[in-house]
């Protein structure tokens, strides 16, 4: 390191040496320190926009009242109207089931908002079409940009007429099958709610096997002499009462059983289910049925339309064989969140599968394509659709629907308040709704929890922020550099050490003052110009690099010896100037941060470089320290003395170990007169009898082996006087 710092101090010039010094100081700064600051006191921007009008088109069908989903999109929608600008802004909320609903017009009263969303429900089909075209109607009169926001859980469909639903359930109760058995009756309620809530008229009948080889036989539940009920409460109760058979081992006779299902007495228009529950293999021949193909011509001459599975895994390819006849959904035991231990938390997810395949999707295709043109017509007519959905919906529609995919929005239960946000970011970034982004540092973040919101979005507040956190990132910058052009005069001094503590504490402290004034002044007069002349508004930048770098030279006048503080602010005046204009063009032509960085390295350098160049082209009487052939270096000799000695506060460093005083003599200006005086200890030491000594141009003093040379006028001068 020592021969580095010597290899410097040899070779560069002061000029380059200040330059390098003001770069790495501020370099280093705005990469340990700036960075974060920013990060951590980012403030959200707030844009003027003009006035929007907004349609709150939320799904009010049967679906939406599974898992609350109703009740937290309403929550999520009045979350979303109140971080919005009622002042400018104004909203209308619709629903949408079987009927539309016109929950109130566009308004922006918060109240009568808030009551309208909670009003709205219906529980019946997904008439989106006709909601959609109702939200068009509500946004004829707007003048203002119109929107639509849309939440749904589902595909556009008629309001079902109660359609009759007859579902067998043929259930395995071998021993094996204990958690299946309890599950059938635990889980019934939630099983026959997933066919209610779709407004279908079921009954549930339920026939239990064994092995018939050995003389287990078919029981069939009886209730009041029919074997289907659409009480699910009766029918809990009656699986209680199934007697468990030892079954042996398997396989079992779950196709006699599954024959046995398709001949029972169905409604002749409902649509005929079987839904098979079994942890074995169908015995084959069994004791009525001899094959597979026997029982699914059974199924198919009792007119089965659905059989589903719920099965091993190993025995899929067995029974997939009796769905040619009558399709359904297999579900493979074990491999549910719940396992074998919650099979009742299995049975809403296998009615919800009868209830769908049930529904005819060929009444559903009109409504989806009126859905689509309604949709194409509000597109056409300049109204933005953006869509929330829940991951039920279908992201195909929803795209077609809104002309994009990053208009489309998913969310599960609990997250459609998030969904929500995001498609509020959406609608920022494309200037459609003044909601404010969420990328926020921690200090704004706790500001903005500790004040109210519109104190923090008055212009008074946003000036303030943003000159201090401008004037901090500038004083960061400001500090780096003052101290690094502090070390960097200690080095050219050759003294004994880069940074005092007084100097740290100096080049600290005026750091800070100087960046906060440069920065706030340079945001103050580029708010200034873009209000005024837009064109002029870099100029303000360039003024606060120019006032940062006029301070730190007045501040380097403190340590550099005799530099006159007109000269040193001169100096620091053009290299703010110029490292200004060097920021803001290298700031505009990288990335953000690559910019910031490189701008601040050009800064310190051209600050740095011009107060040295400023000393080093200033007429007056100059001391030269030879410190070896080959190296010297300049001091401005003035009234301050320049102190020569083995003390840390000497500007030039005599070793203690050869006898010199900590202030062994110094050299100052005196009008006209050059002086060097020695330490009256010192010079009885030496037998002096004259401790005060007149210098010419030219004249020289040896210590050691430094040669000090004293020059007032270009010439230089090679007369050497005495040695000490």
Same mark, same amino acid.
């Given at each position: 390191?020592? /021969? ?63 898992? /609350? ?120 309620? /939630? ?181 689509? /043109? ?90 303030? $922020? ?162 070896? +052939? ?10 301050? +003395? ?10 030039? $460093? ?23 005086? $020695?330490?009256?200890? $010192? ?30 006028? +270009? ?10």
């Amino acid at each position: 390191m020592q /021969n580095l710092l010597g290899q410097i101090r040899r070779n560069l010039r002061k000029p380059l040496i200040f330059g390098l010094c003001g770069a790495g100081g501020c370099l280093v700064a705005a990469i340990a320190l700036g960075e974060v600051f920013l990060t951590v006191t980012e403030r959200p921007p707030i844009v003027e926009q003009n006035p929007q009008s907004v349609v709150m088109l939320i799904d009010t069908s049967g679906s939406m009242n599974d898992d /609350n989903k109703l009740q937290e999109a309403k929550n999520a929608a009045k979350a979303f109207i109140e971080r919005q600008d009622r002042s400018v802004n104004r909203f209308a909320v619709v629903g949408f089931g079987s009927q539309v609903q016109i929950g109130t017009g566009l308004t922006s009263d918060l109240a009568t908002l808030n009551q309208a969303i909670d009003n709205l429900s219906d529980g019946g089909g997904t008439r989106m079409d006709l909601g959609l075209a109702t939200a068009i109607e509500q946004l004829e009169s707007s003048s203002s940009d119109r929107h639509i926001l849309l939440f749904t859980d589902g595909q556009p469909a008629p309001a079902p007429s109660p359609e009759q639903i007859d579902i067998m359930i043929v259930l395995d109760v071998t021993s094996s099958m204990n958690e299946e058995i309890a599950g059938v009756q635990q889980g019934i309620q /939630n099983f026959a709610q997933e066919l209610k809530k779709r407004k279908l008229d079921a009954q549930i009948g339920l026939i239990a096997f064994g092995d018939r080889l050995f003389g287990e036989e078919p029981q069939i539940l009886n209730f009041d002499g029919s074997v289907f009920t659409p009480d699910s409460d009766r029918f809990s109760e009656q699986v209680g009462s199934i007697q468990q058979v030892n079954g042996n081992d398997p396989p079992e006779s779950s196709l006699d059983a599954l024959a046995l299902a398709a001949r029972q007495p169905f409604r002749s228009h409902a649509t005929k289910v079987v839904l098979l529950i079994t942890d074995a293999p169908p015995l084959i021949p069994d004791r009525e049925i001899p094959s597979l193909e026997a029982t699914t011509n059974v199924l198919k001459e009792n007119q089965i339309a659905q059989l589903h599975l719920v099965i091993q895994p190993d025995d899929r390819a067995t029974f997939e064989q009796l769905q040619l006849s009558a399709p359904g959904e297999t579900f493979l035991l074990g491999e549910t969140a719940a396992g074998r231990q919650g099979f009742e938390s299995v049975l809403p997810t296998i009615g919800k599968a009868i209830a769908e395949t049930t529904l005819k999707e060929e009444d559903r295709q009109p409504i989806v394509e009126a859905t689509l /043109n309604i949709g194409q017509t509000a597109l056409s007519q300049k109204i933005n659709i953006i869509a929330v959905g829940t991951g039920d919906a279908d992201q195909n529609f929803l795209t077609q629907l809104t002309g994009e995919d990053k208009k489309v929005f998913y969310a599960n239960s609990g997250e459609f308040d998030q969904a929500f946000q995001s498609a509020a970011k959406l609608i920022y970034d494309s200037q459609l709704i003044g909601e404010q982004k969420q990328n926020q540092g921690i200090l704004y973040t706790l500001l903005s929890q500790s004040l109210p919101k519109n104190q923090l979005q008055t212009p008074q507040f946003r000036f303030i $922020y943003d000159a201090l956190r401008t004037g901090g990132w500038t004083a960061i910058l400001s500090v780096g550099a003052s101290l690094a052009l502090i070390v960097g005069q200690n080095l050219y001094q050759r003294r004994r050490r880069l940074l005092s503590l007084g100097e740290t504490s100096i080049g600290t402290v005026g750091g800070i003052v100087a960046g906060l004034v440069a920065g706030s002044s340079g945001l103050l007069v580029s708010r200034f110009l873009i209000q005024s002349i837009p064109t002029l508004a870099p100029g303000g930048p360039l003024l606060g690099w120019t006032i940062l770098g006029t301070m730190l030279g007045g501040g380097m006048a403190r340590f550099v010896p005799n530099l006159k503080i007109g000269r040193a602010v001169l100096g620091g005046f053009l290299g703010g100037a110029m490292g200004g204009m060097g920021f803001v063009l290298q700031a505009g032509a990288s990335n953000e941060i690559a910019g910031r960085l490189a701008g601040s390295a050009i800064l310190g350098f051209c600050i740095g470089m011009m107060i040295a160049l400023l000393e080093l082209l200033t007429r007056q009487a100059k001391l030269i320290v030879h410190w070896s +052939p080959t190296e010297q270096r300049e001091f401005l000799l003035g009234s301050r +003395p320049i102190i020569l000695g083995s003390s840390s506060e000497a500007n030039i $460093y005599l070793p203690k170990k050869q006898g010199y005083a900590p202030i062994t003599a110094q050299v100052f200006q005196k009008g006209e007169i050059i002086i060097m005086q $020695y330490n009256s200890s $010192y010079g009885q030491a030496k037998g002096m009898k004259k401790l005060e000594h007149q210098l010419k141009d030219g004249d020289r003093r040896k210590f050691g082996q430094i040669t000090l040379e004293v020059k007032t006028s +270009p010439e230089p001068s090679n007369r050497i006087l005495s040695t000490h």
